[in-house]
């Protein structure tokens, strides 16, 4: 669904030119667990993401300075003396980029589309995470259906799930038959919980529309043993519907003249916006994960920088 006329092609679709100069944007930016005091990973919606899996290498005696909190009592009592637990780090992890590319993303009343802000925003998901060290895979959620990318540690990799992303982004049309893809959330979500194994990282770029109880059950299966982020991409129409001008509103085969001067017209349009907005709000807050919510209106890399808690200086994109 379109509002505007689009002032240019980059408004509306993206390339991979686009998508793969992202890694430019992602120095300085992580959704590892350490977080600046006020960043949204910092615990602010009850979760937090943990960083990267510890595995338990051995049982060795208290020395001190040793963290308490890794006091093995068992074998304390049972040796009278002692005992602390120890791991190791793992070397690397599995970062997994879910990014909704469905006609409800192709929206827009200002800067960009949702669709193009999603596209973004997922690649430099992945520069983030294979900077980081880490396996990177995706999920593109599309009306007719989901396609996944295997993960891997390398940059042809990365260009793959651009690849996918472009593609899917590209078959969004003003003039596209609708089609019921509401249930494609969640069938990406359960792609995800089939593939994701455990101490991964699941960064899920979306609208959210259709987001239901299933999906509050599958993110809270997701987050037993994964670190999750939701990135919500929202129009500010949604938040804030202008009181006077006129939109022309299409949706496949349809067209609208909105006139939003209209009592009539724009009361019942506000309450259906800020109710939608307030419904994926209380689902992902019932899932209790981080949420970053990214505007269309405004820098997506300096909205995503204040998100996280990092305030770059002169940074644009």
């Not at 299933?214 to 037993?224: F, I, K, P, Q, S």
């Not at 204040?306 to 770059?312: A, F, K, M």
Request: with cysteine; proline share 3%; glycine share 8%.
């Amino acid at each position: 669904m379109t509002t505007r006329t689009p002032s240019a092609d980059n408004d509306v679709y993206v390339d991979m030119t686009d998508l793969m100069s992202q890694e430019a944007w992602a120095q300085g930016l992580s959704f590892a667990g350490h977080q600046p005091v006020g960043s949204i990973l910092a615990g602010q919606h009850g979760s937090k993401v943990r960083g990267r899996g510890l595995d338990f290498d051995t049982l060795r005696q208290y020395l001190p300075g040793d963290d308490l909190r890794q006091l093995d009592w068992r074998a304390s009592l049972r040796f009278n003396k002692p005992y602390v637990r120890t791991y190791l780090e793992e070397k690397d992890r599995t970062a997994w980029v879910v990014v909704d590319q469905r006609m409800s993303m192709f929206f827009g009343s200002t800067l960009y589309f949702k669709s193009v802000v999603a596209a973004r925003l997922a690649a430099l998901a992945a520069w983030m995470a294979y900077r980081a060290g880490d396996r990177v895979g995706g999920i593109v959620i599309g009306d007719s259906g989901i396609e996944s990318v295997k993960p891997l540690r390398s940059r042809a990799r990365i260009q793959q799930l651009c690849g996918a992303i472009v593609k899917r982004n590209r078959e969004l049309c003003a003039i596209k038959r609708a089609e019921d893809a509401n249930g494609r959330l969640n069938d990406a979500l359960r792609t995800a919980l089939a593939v994701a194994s455990h101490n991964g990282l699941i960064i899920i770029v979306s609208d959210f529309a259709g987001a239901n109880d299933d999906t509050v059950r599958l993110l809270r299966g997701l987050a037993a043993h994964n670190d999750i982020v939701a990135v919500l991409v929202f129009d500010p129409m949604a938040a804030n519907l202008p009181s006077t001008g006129q939109v022309v509103v299409t949706q496949g085969e349809l067209q609208l003249d909105i006139r939003l001067g209209r009592r009539v017209v724009h009361q019942p349009l506000r309450a259906f916006f800020s109710e939608r907005l307030a419904h994926v709000d209380a689902l992902l807050k019932r899932a209790r994960l981080p949420l970053l919510a990214i505007s269309t209106a405004d820098d997506t890399v300096l909205q995503l920088r204040r998100e996280l808690g990092r305030q770059g200086k002169g940074l644009r994109r």
